[in-house]
């Protein structure tokens, strides 16, 4: 599966953001789906990340350092990953990754991850 991120750019701190991740494919909904960051000097880490499966079975899961401001959702109809991002701090600046796991549960460990798209860049200014 190929993933294309968009949605990045400059933004005050406070403000929003809403990042998409469109899959290539027809098995999107077999694939746990992830957003991770990596600022500069720094290793990537996780964010957020939602599982394989129908609406249903949803269960979404977020770093300590954006729960209550990030939200992921996951389109299975439009191939599509979604992150939107509020109340954005000068700390929320890195780029931006999404990743897929095929049949998988939404792991916060980067090495699960089968497939990555190119980043797309996230500044907060203060």
């Known amino acids: 599966v190929q993933l294309q991120a968009s949605g990045g750019g400059l933004v005050q701190a406070g403000g929003s953001l809403r990042l998409s991740c469109a899959a290539s494919?027809?098995?999107?909904?077999?694939?746990?789906m992830g957003w991770f960051r990596q600022a500069p000097g720094k290793e990537r880490e996780f964010v957020a990340s939602i599982p394989q499966g129908g609406i249903s079975t949803y269960k979404t899961y977020y770093a300590d350092s954006v729960k209550g401001r990030f939200t992921i959702s996951k389109d299975n109809a439009k191939n599509t990953v979604y992150l939107q991002m509020n109340s954005l701090k000068p700390e929320d600046t890195a780029v931006y990754y999404c990743?897929?796991?095929?049949w998988g549960s939404g792991t916060v460990v980067v090495g699960q991850y089968d497939y990555w798209g190119q980043g797309t860049q996230v500044t907060v200014s203060s």
């Open positions: 990743a897929a796991e095929l």
């Open positions: 494919g027809r098995t999107f909904s077999r694939y746990a």
